[in-house]
């Protein structure tokens, strides 16, 4: 167990709607780094937030969204969803940007 | 370009067959770089961090060594609960990104 909380698990929806992913850091931690795997892909950087504050942008489509709030947990918030984004969605967290990142167990978001 | 390369693909060997697993990357300015395992529908799970060229990091049947321009997990006398994917990341030195490897599917056969 890597300390990492994500909610939940598993989530189906139809295309156009919109979810919200939750991640809980590990205690401690300020840095929480979002995570894209499509099927048999590699991990793509969504975004990082540190301490509330948003530290650095990787391919996060606009319809994509991020916070951290004061309590450290995080929330990704996907909108007007297609099929394409279909995957496996993880967070991670770290002490601070410079140290490894420990992952959470992933949300699998199915859009049908 | 900053870029990491891992090779093999996938690699299947029996079970207590030694090899190695490689990552070659390219970035401009290394601050470290990771090693992490991932089971198939789970997180990846951090295994090693290496910081310089010459250091050397062991876990159980894993060591993992990193030189200027190329890192490598050699796997000793591995059993069939290694299989999993594993993926090599390096952090750069000036805004701390992450850039990682599309990982090497390992299948340790019984």
């Known amino acids: 167990d890597s300390g990492v909380t994500q909610t939940p698990k598993h989530l189906i929806t139809a295309t156009g709607q919109r979810v919200t992913l939750r991640c809980s850091p590990r205690?401690?931690?300020?840095?929480v780094y979002w995570y894209q795997q499509s099927l048999d892909q590699g991990l793509q950087f969504l975004i990082q937030?540190?301490?509330?504050?948003?530290?650095a942008k990787g391919n996060i489509l606009e319809r994509f969204s991020a916070q951290q709030f004061p309590d450290l947990h995080s929330e990704l918030n996907l909108s007007s969803l297609e099929l394409g984004d279909s995957a496996l969605y993880f967070c991670?967290?770290?002490?601070?940007?410079?140290?490894?990142?420990?992952f959470g167990q992933g949300t699998r978001l199915t859009v049908v | 370009e900053d870029q990491v390369t891992q090779s093999p693909e996938a690699l299947r060997l029996q079970e207590g067959e030694s090899s190695s697993l490689n990552c070659s990357y390219t970035?401009?300015?290394?601050?470290?770089l990771f090693w992490y395992r991932q089971d198939p529908g789970k997180g990846p799970e951090f295994l090693f961090t290496?910081?310089?060229?010459?250091e050397e990091k062991e876990k159980e049947r894993l060591k993992a060594t990193l030189t200027k321009k190329e890192s490598f997990l050699h796997i000793t006398a591995p059993k069939p609960e290694d299989s999993a994917t594993y993926l090599c990341?390096?952090?750069?030195?000036?805004?701390?990104?992450?850039?990682w490897g599309a990982g090497t599917k390992l299948i340790i056969k019984p």
């Open positions: 990341a390096v952090q750069r030195d000036s805004n701390y990104q992450l850039i």
């Open positions: 937030y540190y301490n509330g504050e948003e530290r």
């Open positions: 290496l910081y310089s060229a010459g």
């Open positions: 991670a967290s770290s002490p601070g940007g410079r140290a490894e990142a420990f």
């Open positions: 205690s401690g931690d300020l840095s």
């Open positions: 970035v401009s300015g290394l601050r470290g």
